[in-house]
């Protein structure tokens, strides 16, 4: 997922998106016409969440429910509070719909399969019922809960938790695409972990797939790695929760965990061995092309 930054009456919009470029993936995405409005038929509120569609959605769906819990999850793993600000889930019936909507009301936005929305007075997520619409939910959703209570969230750490939380309940957080890419970059010698640079991004134009997947990993890392690394990582949100600004987690890791990165690339190896590569979901862009280069 990409955060992106736009100036819109006067105001800057946050946004965060899939980083999957639908348009790259579904040459036809172009010529998608038809329906451009929110879905309004349906409006189903469960906690923190009112999620919009033009279908009926029962309150007690499983992917409902647990879109739902994992807001306590999240708090728990992380210790930060709760926030009751809605998060708006406009979740659209179909592909086209979705895209027939974003190219009229957010032309400047790049094509993506889902977006997390963030203005000064919304939280919003906007999705389309499809094959991968558990992950993406899942995923654009931990960005609102994490939004309603966490302000200026560095972009590494936002998506790395988005990308851990989007992993559905029962598998530790185990995303295999990310192991496969960054396992296969590690074996070629062309990838080194290196958490102070990830500290050193803002724009999303700076981040590609691999700095998701080591976002993602370090986030692993601590969450795994006890009852210490665990709570370097709440210190960090309860920092910015407080004042807006945190110290370096790269610095506080490195005090915390001698030859961090050597440790983190063992760790990478062990979850290698856990994860089964039939359920991996490579990325896209390795799809037909035989090789291992990593969809931007
Ligand atoms: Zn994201």
């Known amino acids: 997922m990409r955060l992106f930054l736009f100036p819109i009456g006067g105001r800057w919009l946050l946004a965060i998106c899939c980083l999957l470029v639908y348009c790259g993936v579904n040459p036809g995405c172009a010529m998608h016409k038809g329906r451009n409005t929110l879905p309004t038929k349906q409006q189903l509120v ?48 179909d592909e086209a719909h979705f895209q027939g909507f974003m190219e009229r009301a957010h032309p400047e936005f790049p094509g993506r399969r889902a977006f997390f929305v963030k203005s000064d007075n919304s939280l919003n997520v ?29 972009i590494w750490l936002d998506e790395g938790l988005a990308e851990y939380f989007e992993i559905k309940r029962g598998k530790q957080g185990l995303n295999g695409a990310h192991i496969y890419s960054l396992s296969n970059r590690l074996r070629r010698s062309d990838w080194q972990p290196d958490l102070a640079r990830l500290e050193t991004l803002r724009d999303a134009a700076e981040l590609d797939q691999l700095d998701y997947a080591e976002s993602w990993l370090w986030i692993h890392f601590l969450l795994s790695g006890g009852q210490e690394t665990q709570e370097l990582l709440q210190n960090q949100m309860d920092q910015l929760i ?23 690339t063992t760790h990478l190896k062990q979850l290698e061995g856990k994860s089964n590569p039939r359920n991996v979901i490579r990325p896209v862009s390795v799809l037909g092309s035989g090789g291992d280069t990593d969809a931007k």
Request: aromatic content about 8%; glycine content about 6%; charged content about 25%.
């Open 126 to 154: 906007y999705a389309y019922w499809g094959p991968r619409v558990g992950d993406d939910l899942r995923h654009e959703v931990t960005h609102g809960y994490l939004h309603s209570v966490v302000p200026n969230l560095p």
């Open 242 to 264: 407080r004042f807006g600004v945190a110290d370096s987690m790269a610095d506080a890791v490195a005090a915390l965990v001698p030859d961090c990165e050597a440790k983190l």
């Open 46 to 93: 469960v906690g923190q969440l009112v999620v919009h569609s033009d279908f009926h959605l029962p309150e007690n769906h499983r992917l409902i429910k647990e879109l739902t819990s994992r807001r306590d999850e999240i708090s728990g793993i992380l210790d930060i509070p709760t926030s009751d600000e809605s998060i708006h889930v406009f979740l659209f019936d």
